[in-house]
């Protein structure tokens, strides 16, 4: 189960396609919609770390501010605190694109819409994650 996903796209009907698939699977307790980068970006500095999404689908041609901006801005103000997971989540076909997010610590792009089985696949990523973190902390507590 993930416990809480951020989905960041400017498009009020892919968003609402998304959430649908979403909620569909039931794999997730908390689902936090922004159409704007840099208002999800505001409400993550806002939060606690353990409130925390652990899954971000993000959409790179926005305006106000892209996904690429979002992920400079992300990891300037988060990458050594928090971890989520944030997967490309786009319709651009732009090789330039595809290539500029091997820059990034994200964990994938792809192509829209997105599907229950990517829903899934990235719940068992997680999920084993979470394990590998578990058992580390025991190792080190010990």
């Given at each position: 189960?993930?416990?809480k996903i951020?989905?960041?796209?400017?498009?009020?009907?892919?968003?609402?396609?998304?959430?649908?698939i979403i909620n569909s699977t039931s794999i997730c307790n908390d689902l936090v919609v922004f159409q704007y980068a840099d208002e999800a970006l505001e409400w993550l500095k806002s939060i606690e770390e353990n409130e925390f999404p652990s899954l971000i689908f993000l959409d790179i041609n926005m305006p106000r501010m892209n996904g690429f901006e979002f992920l400079d801005e992300y990891e300037k103000e988060f990458s050594k605190s928090v971890s989520s997971v944030i997967v490309m989540l786009t319709t651009s076909i732009n090789p330039n694109d595809r290539e500029k997010s091997k820059n990034y610590n994200i964990e994938g792009f792809i192509n829209k819409p997105l599907t229950a089985e990517l829903l899934h696949s990235m719940d068992t990523k997680l999920a084993d994650s979470e394990e590998i973190d578990h058992s580390s902390k025991q190792n080190n507590e010990e």
């Amino acid at each position: 189960m993930i416990k809480k996903i951020l989905l960041i796209d400017d498009d009020y009907a892919t968003n609402e396609y998304h959430k649908i698939i979403i909620n569909s699977t039931s794999i997730c307790n908390d689902l936090v919609v922004f159409q704007y980068a840099d208002e999800a970006l505001e409400w993550l500095k806002s939060i606690e770390e353990n409130e925390f999404p652990s899954l971000i689908f993000l959409d790179i041609n926005m305006p106000r501010m892209n996904g690429f901006e979002f992920l400079d801005e992300y990891e300037k103000e988060f990458s050594k605190s928090v971890s989520s997971v944030i997967v490309m989540l786009t319709t651009s076909i732009n090789p330039n694109d595809r290539e500029k997010s091997k820059n990034y610590n994200i964990e994938g792009f792809i192509n829209k819409p997105l599907t229950a089985e990517l829903l899934h696949s990235m719940d068992t990523k997680l999920a084993d994650s979470e394990e590998i973190d578990h058992s580390s902390k025991q190792n080190n507590e010990e």
